[in-house]
Each structure stands twice: as C-alpha cells, then as structure tokens.
C-alpha cells in the first residue's frame, strides 16, 4: 500500500493549453457571435416545425377566412420566433395569430397549443379539459405523450424528431396528414416513467 | 505522439473551433420556415438552448448527462462518464479501478454515493461503495445519466448522501435493429453487438458486449500489469397494455480484473510485497417493472429485482444475493399539490471468506430493510413558489429506525431566472466490512529489532454517520442560447468514520513482538462548503461549449478522545478546485469535432498533484448508421497518478496517455 507519487509536469504545455482557451473565449466573445443570431437555431427550429404541423393538420369545422391561432405557454422565446416565422404567411387561405394565452381555461380558443416542459405538469387539468376538442397540443417536455398531449418534440441522433400519440390525436377529432404521420414516431398511449 | 507535438496541437484545434465558428455564422443562414419537414428533420442539433427541460423546475441541483453527450464525449467507460458532471469528484486508481464521489470523501469505496441503474441499487452494503469495474453496460443503450448532488436521501433512501446518480437505460423501442460497435486503442478494447426488434405488442432488444482494459503504469514506461476483461449479455424488454406498462430487463457479466494488491500471507511477504493475483467476478440481475397510468396522470409503479454476485480476490471471497421490491405512488392533489409517496423492501444474503489475513465477522449475514417515504409539493402564488417537503423513514435490520427529511423551496415567477433552496438529513449506515472485518498485516521490523505486527480491525458498534445540510440555487438564461447553473451547499457531518490506534503493546508470547491494532471509530465531524456552477452556450445549431466550475472545502473537527491523527487534517480527498471546458463542433453535416480540458486540483492529504486532461476526438459520419470516430485521452501527460494512500487495499497506479478508433454502425 505504498504511495507513489509521481508529479506531473506543469510548465509550457499548461500554459499554452490556459493560454489558447483564454484566446477562444476573447475571440468568441469579440466576434458577435451571439449578437448575429436573433433566435436560438433550435428555437427558430421549433417553431418552424409548429408551422409546419399546422400545415398538416386539418380542423374539422373551420371556417374558411377563420384566422389559426397558435398559443404558446410558458416559452417566450418560441413564441418570438413563431411570430417571425407566421408573420405574412397563411395555410389554405386562414390567417395565422400567436397568442400567449394565461389562463387555462381559454385554450379550448386554440387551434395549435404548445406548451414549454416547465409548463407540463401543471397542466394536467388544462389538457384533460381539451382532450375531446380539436386543439393540436405540441411540447417539447419529456413524456408529453401521457399527460394526454399530441405531438411530443425530441432530439435524437442530434437531430430534431416529433412523436405523436395516435389515440390523443383520435380523440381530439383532428385530422392529421399522413404525410406527418409517416414522419413520426407513432405513441399509443404510453405510461410514465418515474424515477 | 511526442509532447512537443501534442500540446500545441491541442491549442490549435481550441483554436480553430473558435476560429473557424465566424465563418460559419457568415454564411447565409437558412430560412428554416421556407424549408419542408423532411429538410428540417435533417438539420444536425448538437445544441439546444436549455438541457433537461425538468431539470430547471427542480429544488434541487440537478444534472443530467445526455446520450448526445455521451456519444460525443468519446468516453468508454461510466466512472469517465461521470466526469461531465459538476461536482463529481473521479480518480482513477488504476486500469480498472475508480474512486467515485460527489462533494468530497472519494476512496475506492465511496460510501456517501448512492448510485442507482434503472431504479436498481448497485451500491455494495459490504464494501459500502460500488464496484466499478462489474459495470459493464453498453453505452450506446444509456438514455442519460442523471447527477442528483445533495442528500437525495428523502427519496431514494439511506447512503444516498452526497448525490445519487440515475442511470436510465433506452426503452426497447428506441433502440431497435442492429448495431455493431468496435473500439480499440492503448487504454484497451471493447466490442459489442445488439438486436432490437418487436415481438407482437412488444419491443426488446439483446446485447452482448466484450470490454478489456490494458495495463495502465507503475512509472513513465513500466507497465502495471493490471489489465482486466469481461464479456456482459443481457435483454430488455417493453410492452404495454393500456393502461399498463411492463418492462423486464437482466443481464450477467463474467470478468477477470488483475491488480497490485499487497500481499498479506506472512509467509511469503517478505520476499514478494506485493501480489498481482487476478480477481474474478460474476454477477447477474433480473428486474422487473409495472406501471399503471390513469386518465388522470396518476401512476403507480412496482418494481422488483433479484442480483446475485460473486466475486473472487487475492484476499477473500464475496457472495450476494439481494432481492429487492419497491413501489411508488405519484399523483396530483387538485391543481396545486403533487404528491410521490412510496414503500420498498429489500432483502440482502452477503458472505465474506477471507483469505490469509483478512476476515469479516460474522463471515455471513442476512439484512432486511424497510423503507415508507412521502414527497409533497405545493404551489402558492399562482404556482410561482413550490414548497415541498418530504420525508423518508426506515428500519435496518442491523442499523436500527432512521428518518430523513427534506424541505425545499423554488421561486418560478422570473421567466428566465430560478431560485430554489434546501435543507435535508441524510443518514449512511454502517457497512459490514467497518463492524466486523480484521486485517493481519505481515510483521515488519520495528525501530527496535522487534517484529512490529499491524492490525486493523472494525467495530460491531459502529455508528450511522449522518450529515445536515443546506443549499441554495440559481438558475438563469442569458439571451437566447446560454444558461447558468449555481449551486451554493453546507454541511454537517457527525460521526464520519475513523481508524482509532491503540498505543503499542509488547508482547512475548509466542515472541518477543510489538503490537499494534486499530479499530474503525466514529470520531470525527466535519463542516463541508461549496459551489458549483455549470454553464453552457450554443451560439450556432452546430457548435456548443459546456463548462463548469467546482469549489469544495473542508473543516475537519475530530473529538479531543480520537487517536486518529491523520484525520484531524483531513480532506475529504477532493480537490479545493476542479474545472471543466468543452467544446462540440459540427463544421459540415458530416463530421463532429470535440475537445475538452478536465483540470483537478491537488488532493493535499494523499500528496496527489494536480492534473490536467486534455480529450479530443472526432467523428465522421458515412452515412446515418455509419461511422468512425478517432480519439485521444489524457494527451497533456503520458502518465500522471489522480489517487493515492491506504484508502483501497490494493496500489494505485498511473494513467497513460491513450488514443482510439471507434467503428460504431447500426442498421435494420
């Protein structure tokens, strides 16, 4: 059980490794980087696909020149970049609104609802009230499928991917393209994971 | 590579991934709301703005390691893994040996970490810490590694005291089709295959997998001759019928692992002081899961395991045989309150054979354990302010009742800010190995021509050590693609173990010897303070840093009656200071570059200097199932010592340097 201490050599190699990531942040921060971007890319990504599964969706009853509201909960930052995204753009003729809705109780008004992870568990009663009603619930929480929601938004691979939970879909008397649905990863009504 | 080359290598590739990042933001940025679902499905994501979207909404300080992460870190081996955390405290001990521990008191067997695979303890009541070297998961079927720092004991139970780390497995249907995985470089091979594919309502998958770790070194350029090997096969397993959901899963590992022990037969110590016997260990797990959901978003799981384990070493031989059955209860209270609540029973059958000079008393012991915990969050304010307090309470056959409490608090009403505070007890029971074992050293010549015989011996009366602590949280996100993670602790320790020496005593019978005994002792408290902070920003889709920052002390107050010198200074054999810095960039579709820097600070008592790691690989992608990846490891030094001391039984040995290649393709 002897100790065996063998000191490691410090000097140049440290100093130039300290050195060149002390350079990295200097010419990160100096080169507006962050100023360039207006949105965060998988922000902008999100919302660019909440636009595009509007597209796929139909809204049985919908009259035509009835404007789609999307209503976004608890993520300002998606609700920015939907904004940017739907401003002068309309699917099949309906006008496309973004709302940042407070109070559960008017979200049965929405057309696509999305909902932040942090806004999830609190909203159990919310999305059991419009289970039945055409409103296509999206979120990018973990598990979204068993809370009753939609279309679930995941990374995977390092790339961005939707499930979407059919018997959710069914009951809420939304048609959904099979064009998304082939995209998707298909979910029926899977339970939680805990712990 | 020789050093001239490596260190300035090293600083260019920094270099060029901020270098090159410009460039790449003044090409034209595409318009994403022009492009169709298939095109946006395809861009490569290696950042998103914020992680695990939960973790921002939990009172407690939280990290979870992605299986991004994972993938990109080039790491082949969890304790490595474990690193990307804050505030994990990793040194590696020797080829396949690692002492793991959160907020300070690392050894070979840490035994304030409670370490958890698929809701299935892997903590060891004997060795009261984990053995690293049986964990042989494929890396591939890890979903993430969750690092909860801070008692998680309110929840998951005694000697979960400093952190409990989750590891969650994929479920069967993500990760179906085939996949072929082959590594090899210096710091050893590994090899694995797996199938997954649906059988009716079901989805499972198989997998096998060859791991051998090489020689680490004695001295620069002399081998330890401490390789190991061990081959792991296993299945997983889910179905569901509404509204119930099944998952099994099970797996046996077989492996041989050699070592520098000291050798302990008087015999023959004098001439060969150190042995390099292999030790042999076997082990299976069988665990099954049922989840039962209702409409209304209540759950109920059960879930149950049996493990049984085998290990062989130069100086004893171990059995196990743990049987385990947990449930747990989580449901919403009207619109405010969110209740967990949950009782769990675990039996465990362990027996010890020591060989010459070690023995564990009594050889064999049975110990059932019961546990009833409740977690209840209430929001206020509109739900800006959760309160939450729990409790765990149990019976230890062998330790007697214990209760651990928790109560936190987090402030949500900032859009981009969280606030969140804490206070636990947690409580860590004594292992078998510190109430019963005795170790025989061989004799060695004293100072005065007498044979000095060295004995260390546990204590049947050994006490719980228990720790109170406090903590405080701040999470904030900078603009659109940044965030900060601070957390602040403190903590009481009563009771920490210590080796009380007895004076020397002179004997003459059977000869003239001197002896000397100590036994393990409960003398010590100590006050423990840090902070961590994790940071990260993404500024492009394609390039990502991560980074954080660890600072941890500790006041040892030892009691006035302590014959235990060595802890009145001790350290908890962590660093003061430890940091980290990442970088991931994707310059084209195909490729990804990383490179991160590991720095530990010195541990004072052990006298280990400090180090710095440098990793960096990168990866080429064929096509989506296809590619190969070409790293290099702990490329500042070619060798440098992270333990040292008596804290383990066997010599710690340096880290070289090593580079790999990696083949990884999944196809259907």
């Known amino acids: 059980m002897g100790v065996s201490i063998i000191s490691t050599r410090r000097g140049r190699g440290k100093r130039l490794a300290t050195a060149s990531v002390a350079l990295v942040a200097t010419l990160i921060a100096s080169s507006g980087i962050a100023a360039g971007a207006d949105v965060a890319p998988d922000v902008a990504l999100k919302a660019a696909l909440l636009y595009n599964f509007a597209k796929f969706a139909e809204w049985p009853g919908l009259p035509s020149g009835a404007p789609i509201a999307f209503c976004v909960v608890g993520d300002e930052g998606i609700a920015a970049a939907l904004v940017q995204t739907v401003r002068g753009r309309n699917i099949n003729g309906h006008m496309l609104e973004v709302a940042r809705p407070q109070d559960s109780a008017t979200w049965r008004a929405c057309h696509l609802l999305f909902l932040a992870d942090s806004e999830m568990r609190l909203a159990t009663a919310g999305l059991e009230a419009i289970r039945a009603l055409p409103v296509l619930t999206v979120s990018d929480g973990k598990d979204f499928s068993q809370a009753a929601g939609i279309i679930e938004l995941y990374v995977e691979g390092g790339r961005m991917r939707f499930a979407i939970n059919l018997d959710a879909a069914d009951r809420s008397g939304l048609r959904l393209s099979s064009r998304l649905l082939g995209l998707a990863k298909i979910i029926r009504n899977v339970p939680p994971k805990t712990r | ?668």
Not at chain 2, 121 to 133: E, K, P, T
Not at chain 2, 164 to 180: E, H, P, R, W, Y
Not at chain 2, 214 to 239: E, Y
Not at chain 2, 281 to 295: F, I, N
């Open chain 2, 1 to 668: 590579m020789t050093m001239s080359i490596v260190r300035p290598l090293l600083a260019t590739l920094f270099g060029l991934v901020a270098l090159a990042a410009p460039c790449f933001s003044q090409s034209p940025k595409p318009n994403l709301s022009e492009m169709s679902i298939e095109d946006l499905m395809n861009i490569e994501i290696i950042s998103a703005s914020r992680k695990e979207q939960r973790a921002v909404d939990v009172a407690a300080a939280v990290f979870v390691i992605t299986h991004d992460e994972i993938r990109r870190s080039g790491m082949t081996t969890i304790p490595d893994l474990l690193r990307l955390a804050p505030g994990v405290n990793v040194a590696q001990i020797n080829s396949n040996k690692w002492g793991v521990s959160v907020r300070g008191f690392n050894a070979m067997y840490a035994n304030k970490l409670l370490v958890l695979v698929d809701g299935r303890s892997i903590y060891n009541r004997i060795f009261s810490g984990v053995l690293w070297d049986t964990e042989d998961l494929m890396l591939d079927d890890i979903d993430r590694i969750e690092v909860i720092r801070g008692p998680g004991a309110a929840m998951w139970g005694a000697n979960a005291v400093n952190a409990v780390i989750n590891i969650v497995t994929k479920a069967a249907a993500d990760t179906q089709g085939s996949l072929v995985r082959v590594d090899t470089g210096r710091a050893g091979e590994q090899a694995g295959v797996r199938y997954g594919g649906t059988l009716g309502a079901a989805q499972y998958r198989l997998y096998s997998q060859w791991s051998g770790r090489d020689q680490s070194l004695i001295a620069p350029g002399t081998r330890a001759n401490d390789a190991s090997h061990s081959v792991t096969t296993g299945f997983r397993a889910d179905w569901t019928t509404q509204p119930d959901a099944f998952m099994v899963e099970g797996d046996f590992t077989a492996g041989q692992a050699r070592a520098l022990w000291p050798n302990l037969d008087p015999r023959t110590a004098a001439r060969e002081p150190i042995a390099n016997d292999p030790t042999d260990s076997q082990g299976g797990h069988l665990l099954g899961r049922w989840t039962r959901t209702r409409a209304s978003g209540a759950s109920l799981q059960v879930q149950s395991f049996v493990d049984i384990a085998g290990r062989q070493e130069p100086v004893g031989d171990y059995h196990r045989r743990a049987f385990d059955l947990d449930t747990q209860y989580h449901t919403s209270l009207g619109t405010r309150q969110d209740l967990v609540a949950g009782a769990g029973y675990r039996f465990n059958d362990e027996k010890f054979d020591g060989h010459v000079g070690l023995s564990l008393t009594p050889a064999r012991s049975n110990s059932s354990l019961l546990t009833a915990f409740l977690q209840d969050e209430i929001g206020f304010l509109g739900n800006r302010l959760a309160v939450a307090f729990g409790s765990q309470v149990q019976y230890d056959s062998l330790a007697g009742a214990g209760v651990q409490p928790t109560a936190r608090v987090i402030w949500k009403g900032f859009r981009r800010q969280r606030v969140w505070a804490a206070t636990s007890r947690a409580l860590r029971t004594p292992s078998l190995r510190e109430r019963g074992i005795r170790v025989d050293f061989p004799p060695v010549p004293s100072g005065n021509g007498l044979p000095l015989f060295v004995s260390a011996l546990g204590n049947p009366a050994a006490r719980t050590e228990e720790l109170v602590d406090v903590e405080l949280g701040y999470r904030l996100e900078i603009g659109r693609a940044a965030s900060i993670d601070v957390t602040g602790f403190g903590g009481r320790y009563s009771n920490l173990g210590t080796s009380e020496t007895a004076a020397p005593l002179v004997q003459f019978v059977p000869s003239p010897q001197i002896l000397v005994t100590s036994h393990v002792g409960n003398e010590l408290d100590a006050t423990t303070r840090g902070l961590e902070i994790a940071g990260q920003w993404a500024p492009l889709l394609a390039l990502r840093f991560d980074g954080s920052y660890t600072a941890f002390h500790v006041a040892p107050h030892l009691s006035a009656a302590s014959q235990d010198p060595i802890s009145a200074t001790a350290d908890g054999n962590a660093p003061r200071t430890q940091w980290q810095l990442r970088a991931t960039f994707s310059p084209v579709t195909r490729a990804t570059v990383n490179a991160a820097m590991f720095h530990v600070g010195p541990l004072g008592q052990l006298r280990v200097s400090a180090y710095t790691r440098a990793d960096v690989n990168a990866e080429w992608r064929f096509t989506s199932g296809l590619s190969v990846m070409a790293s290099g490891q702990n490329l500042f030094d070619a060798a440098h010592a992270e333990f040292a001391g008596p804290q383990s039984l066997l010599l710690p040995t340096l880290v070289p340097r090593s580079a790999s290649l990696r083949l990884r393709w999944a196809f259907r």
